[in-house]
Every structure is written in C-alpha cells, then in structure tokens.
C-alpha cells in the first residue's frame, strides 16, 4: 500500500510540475492520471481520501481488486467521481452522513441514506428525495416510475400529502423529478354543460358516444365522458378541449328546429303495456295543457292550450306493443322521457311456502249392551234396550243387522219363541289414523300483480236426498243433490318489491285435505286451513304465517243407572268411548327477488335439474310387464328446443 501511494504521489507532483499555469483560478489546482491494475480497493479508498480530504468509513464487507486507466490527468473532483463510478461497478455505494462517506454494498445504501444532502454532491452517491406532486395522484405516479429504478433502489408514494419518495443514485434521482416535472402538469380535461333547445339530450348523447367510441377503437385513445341530464335536456361533455370543441360543433348541428312545428313517431315498447302507458301520457298531455291555460288566464292562452291538448294524441296499437305518438317537438321530448322510465323491466318474486302439518287420531270403545225382546210372549213386554253407535243388541234379537260394525262384537243370550228374549252385545273397537303432511308449492309472480296456484280434486258432497212418489209401473224415483268442492292446495300471492331488499306480500293460502275418519260419518270428512294476511320479510330470508298445535281428549260413557256404577261389576252396565286428537300445523314462506334474466334463469334452472334427477333415479326401474318401454324423462336444458321457449 505504501508503494501505491507514493506512486501516485510521484505521479501527482510530475503531472502538476508539467502544467503551465494557465489562468490564476487554476493555479493551485492539482491533478493525477490514474492507472491501477487489480489493485486492492481498500488501497484506492485511502489513496482517494488523501487527494480529495474526505473521510471514508468502509464496511467490513467491502472487499474487490479493481482496475482504472486513465488516459488524462484528473481533477480531485473528477477523481472523486471517477471513484464512484468504480464502486458502481462493483455493486458498493457511497453514503455521505454529514462529514462522513460511508461505503456500504449497494443492496443496503437504501437503508443507510438520509434525505439528500446539500449540494455538491456526486452522481453515483445514494441519496434520498421527497418530491411534491402537484396535478397527477402519486400512486399513479409511482406506477409509471416504477420501471426506471433499479432494483436496489426505493420508490414509494404518500397519497395524504400526495408525495414521493425516491432513494438512489443522485443521478438517476435527478433523471426522475426531470421526468417527474414534465410529466406533473395542469391538465386542460374540463366538464362543459350545454343546454339544447331543441333536440333530446338522450339521443345526442347516444349518438356521440357511438361516434367516439368508434374513432377511440380506430386511433386506440381514450373516448371522451359524455352523460346526459334529462331533468334540464342538458348534455355534459369532458375531455380535451380540442375533443370537446368537436363535441359542441356537432351538438350545434343536431340541436336545430324541425322543419314542421309536430311529428308523429312510432315507439315500440319493451316491457310496459301499451294500453296502460297511453292512457297515462294521455293523462299527463292533458294536464300539461290544463296547467298552461290556467298560466297564462287570457283567452289567448286558453286558445293556445286548446291547440296543443287537440295537437297531441297518442294512440296504443295492441298487437305491435306500441304507442303512435303526434306532439310538437318539445312535448314529444317530454313524453319519450316519461316513456323511458316506465318502460323498465319489473322485478319478479319467486315466493317458497312450506305447509307442515302432522296429525294423531286414535279413539278407543269398550262397552256392554243388553236387550229385552218380549214382543211374541203374551206378557206383553215390548223392546228394551241400551246401546251406542253402531251395532246393538236389539237388532241381533230381532235379526236386523243391516250392516257389519266396526270393531270386535260377541252376542249372548237366550232366545225363545213366544216367551221374552234376552240378549247382551259385547263390543271392542280401537282406532288411529296418522296423518303427515309436507307440501312446498312454489309460485312466481310479477311485482304488484296477483298470482295463483291451485292444486287439488274436485270431490262430490251429498247436500240431500229425496224420494218421489211411485210411477205407474209400481217403481220409486230417488233423487240427491250433490255439491262439488274443490280440495287441494290453493296460494294467492300479491308481491310489492320496495326500494331495498324488502318484499310486502299479500297472501292468502289455503290447504284441504280428505281426513280419515276413525268413525262412521254421514258422509266425507274435510280438513281446512287458510290464512289471509298481509307480511313484510327480507330477500331470502323465511317467515312464521302462522300455526296450530291442538291436543284434544274427549272421554264419553253411557252406563244403566245404578247398576252401571257398581265398581267392577258396573262394567256390564256400561259403554265408554274415548278419543284423542294431536295436531301440529305450521305455515312458512320464504320470498326470493329475481331483479334481472340472470337470477330467474339461476333459479329455473336448479329446479329444472331437480326434476331431471328425480326421473333418473326411477329410469333405471323397468316398467312392470312392459320391458321395451322407457318412462318419459325431460330433455337437458341446454337443448335447443329448450332455449327456443319464451
């Protein structure tokens, strides 16, 4: 190292005695020609910090041999950044810390560098700048520089006070905020409101966005902003101002007056029924005109009025879904706008209900019945008997059995011709009937119109009978009058779809059903529960109608007097009959919002999947006694035939 040094002296003092002084501030400026081949850069560190007079910390891992030719004398200050440029290359850095250079690897100059120092300072030293931005959001900014710093570098963007933040190289750092400056200007884009007088916003603005657009895909820019207001037929452009001065010749050209003071046009409706919106733009035009003549209070003005309600007709032809609409051309602005929001497409609700129903009949009679048949004896004893529904024991007496009894029966006694008879029926019957019932009728309706589902049989009631008088052949006419009702599932809905996710429905339900008597009855029993009301209940989520939980014990016993309460051997004197009724009834409703195509085909096409699955799992039974045939299943959904259906 000393060798090194003293070299480089020598060579310091030979390049300064051979300089002729050339002007006086140059004078006592020394200068070195610099050749070093593989030598240690600790040596050149040292050797730059006696020529220049700075100081250097250098970190333990800064090791290399280097290599500098130089073909012209150097200044301290050129030798200074000559030395940088050799720590560039050998991936260190130099980190001025107040009167201290620090040399540090690269991949932790970032780290060690405070805000840039005061100039002077040199190209390679690593340095940190904060640089405000004006016009354009920093992190935009930070996206576009992103690429230009090295990878050892630092960019990073502060949106509250819309700045950035750059560690590297003071020369780069300052190639960025040049780039920074020119890129951070004022931009020109401005929103223009221009009223028009004559022609709809609506339109224009659908024919200019269809204009730019076009032009913006042909020259690959950006189309301008343009929106219309239909509140004051206001169009508002935004965008360059040579775009925007383009925009507003165009719109002068299309905002001039008709030729004729009224036009006819021909509006075909989308989703509203024509008769309805005709009679309302009626509604509306006649208004209008009423409002007006009362304005201007002068028969001149009524005149005028008079004028325009007789100018302006509309017409709704049913077969087409369309309105023939005749207007001056500022009421047929109005009444294209009107047209515009009520022909929108309506929200549907798909409206879930779940009745559960789950019913336990079970009755039981036990009971001892006795008669007394003295009719052919010559004591003169008439019938006596003691009975309940069903078989008794005067009828096995006297042997008018009409039809077999429910139940078990055992008859006893004695029976004797022309002398009293007496007889006793002993009879046991048990009955239950089970009854579970699960039904999920599903039903769409349009928002604020009524829809019904009906689901059942018509069965005949016998409301009487009657039987006419004999005819001429000795023979009687019977004649009944039968009442048909209708027994089933029945659900009514009307769905009011509010501004948020809530559904007001007006329902009114009802489930019929044949119940299984466990009795002999006149004729069919029925079970009927209906609910009418009015509820509210979110998008999706299920709500209680209502419910029944009933548990009904009925307990009937007819006995003799005074023998039928003798303890246990009153039992022959007695007949009990017991019943017993539990039933459980709950009604849910569950409402779904299709808003648009997309939820009702969701929607369709799961339940569409649900059937297909359920006939799949029978198609692989074979049909009983008919092998060759194949139940009928539904197509796949996505068929053609499918997707050809309204």
């Known amino acids: 190292m000393t060798g090194l040094r003293m070299t480089l002296l020598a060579a310091i003092g030979v390049a300064a005695l051979a300089l002729v002084p050339p002007a006086p501030a140059q004078q006592n400026e020394e200068t070195i020609t610099l050749n070093l081949r593989d030598a240690d850069i600790l040596e050149v560190i040292a050797m730059v910090s006696e020529v220049t007079g700075r100081n250097f910390v250098v970190d333990p891992r800064v090791r290399a041999r280097v290599t500098v030719v130089s073909a012209r004398p150097l200044t301290p200050d050129g030798l200074y950044q000559t030395f940088l440029s050799v720590l560039q290359v050998n991936q260190f850095a130099a980190v001025p810390t107040g009167d201290t250079i620090k040399i540090v690897p690269v991949i932790e100059a970032r780290h060690s560098s405070g805000v840039e120092p005061p100039p002077p300072h040199g190209e390679e030293d690593i340095v940190t700048r904060v640089i405000q931005v004006q016009n354009v959001p920093a992190a935009q900014m930070q996206a576009v520089l992103r690429p230009l710093v090295p990878q050892f570098g630092h960019i990073a963007a502060f949106a509250p006070s819309n700045m950035l933040v750059i560690s590297d190289r003071a020369g780069n750092v300052d190639r960025l905020a040049s780039i920074i400056g020119r890129i951070d200007q004022a931009t020109d884009d401005e929103v223009e409101v221009i009223r028009l007088q004559h022609a709809s916003a609506a339109d224009a603005v659908r024919l200019l966005t269809a204009l730019t657009q076009a032009q913006a895909r042909g020259e690959g820019a950006s189309p301008p902003t343009i929106a219309a207001d239909e509140r004051t037929n206001s169009v508002l452009l935004g965008g360059h101002r040579a775009l925007r001065l383009r925009l507003r010749a165009l719109l002068a050209h299309l905002d001039t007056p008709l030729d004729i003071e009224g036009a006819t046009q021909v509006v075909y409706l989308r989703y509203g029924d024509a008769q309805n919106i005709a009679s309302i733009l009626s509604g509306y ?151 579970n019932i699960l039904s999920t009728p599903t039903l769409v309706a349009m928002d604020n119109e009524e829809a019904t589902i009906n689901v059942g049989q018509t069965v005949p009631f016998i409301t009487g009978q009657f039987t006419g008088a004999q005819d001429g052949a000795g023979q009687v006419n019977p004649f009944q009058t039968i009442n048909r009702e209708d027994i089933g599932l029945k659900l009514t809905i009307t769905p009011k779809i509010n501004e948020g996710d809530a559904v007001q429905l007006l329902i009114h339900q009802e489930v019929s059903s044949l119940a299984p008597g466990t009795t002999g009855a006149v004729d069919l029993i029925t079970n009927k529960r209906e609910i ?78 649900r059937m297909q699955q359920l006939q799949q799992m029978l198609e692989s039974e074979q049909v009983p006694l008919m092998p060759d045939v194949r139940r009928p299943s539904l197509p796949p959904i996505d068929e053609p035939e499918l997707q050809r259906e309204p």
């Open 532 to 609: 009418s009301t009015r509820v509210i209940v979110q998008d999706g989520d299920i709500i209680v109608l209502g419910g029944l939980i009933d548990d009904t014990v009925q307990h009937n016993q007819q006995r003799v007097p005074i023998l039928g309460s003798i303890p246990i051997l009153g039992h022959a004197f007695r007949y009990q009959r017991t019943t017993a009724v539990k039933r459980n009834l709950m009604v849910f409703l569950q409402p779904r919002i299709l808003r648009d195509a997309e939820s009702a085909t969701l929607q369709t096409n799961q339940r569409y999947r």
């Open 285 to 435: 035009a006649e208004s209008q005109a009423q409002r007006q003549a009362a304005a201007q209070g002068t028969r001149e003005g009524q005149t005028a009025s008079t004028a325009r309600r007789e100018s302006t007709t509309i017409l709704a032809d049913m077969e087409t879904n369309s309105l023939v609409i005749t207007a001056a051309a500022s009421e047929m602005r109005n009444l294209r706008s009107i047209i515009d929001q009520l022909d929108i497409r309506r929200a549907q609700v798909l409206v879930e209900a779940l009745i559960v129903e789950v019913t336990s009949d079970r009755s039981a009679e036990f009971g001892v019945q006795w008669g007394l048949d003295g009719t052919d004896s010559n004591r003169g004893a008439g019938i006596i008997n003691f009975s309940a529904a069903g078989l008794t024991a005067a009828q096995v007496l006297t042997g008018t059995i009409t039809s077999a009894p429910d139940g078990a029966s055992l008859a006893i006694g004695r029976v004797r011709d022309g002398s009293t008879s007496i007889g006793a029926l002993i009879r046991a019957f048990a009955g239950e009937a089970n009854t």
